[in-house]
Nanobody
């Protein structure tokens, strides 16, 4: 069974840092493009960052220069390093996978990130 499990969320003050992890199982991790999404209270889900099978990265303008996405294919883990956090980064963060071998996308349960001033 495919599972994506996020961890690393928590509560920090503005300017602080967190590193999120997404551990995948039940899929060919190297065959999948991966991404981070977030949903803030009262708002719709938005894309934060993505990383392709080859390692190419993309970022939303709101996080570019502050967040870094990476992946460890040997360990089947996706990371999101978040620096210089702002209150507007407060959201539930989800990881997602879309793989060459399947038309189905997979989602984790999410991890809460709360940033206060």
């Amino acid at each position: 069974q495919v599972r994506l499990v996020e961890s690393g969320g928590g509560s920090v003050q503005t300017g602080g840092s967190l590193k999120l992890s997404c551990t995948a199982s039940g899929l060919d991790f190297s065959d999948c493009g991966m991404g981070w999404y977030r949903q803030a209270p009262g708002k719709e889900r938005e894309s934060v960052s993505g990383i392709s099978r080859s390692g190419s990265t993309s970022y939303a303008d709101s996080v570019k220069g502050r967040f870094t996405i990476s992946r460890d294919n040997a360990k089947n883990i996706l990371y999101l390093q978040m620096n210089s956090l702002k209150t507007e980064d407060t959201a539930v963060y989800y990881c997602a996978a879309i793989c060459l071998s399947s038309a189905t996308s997979y989602w984790g349960q999410g991890t809460q990130v709360s940033v206060s001033s």
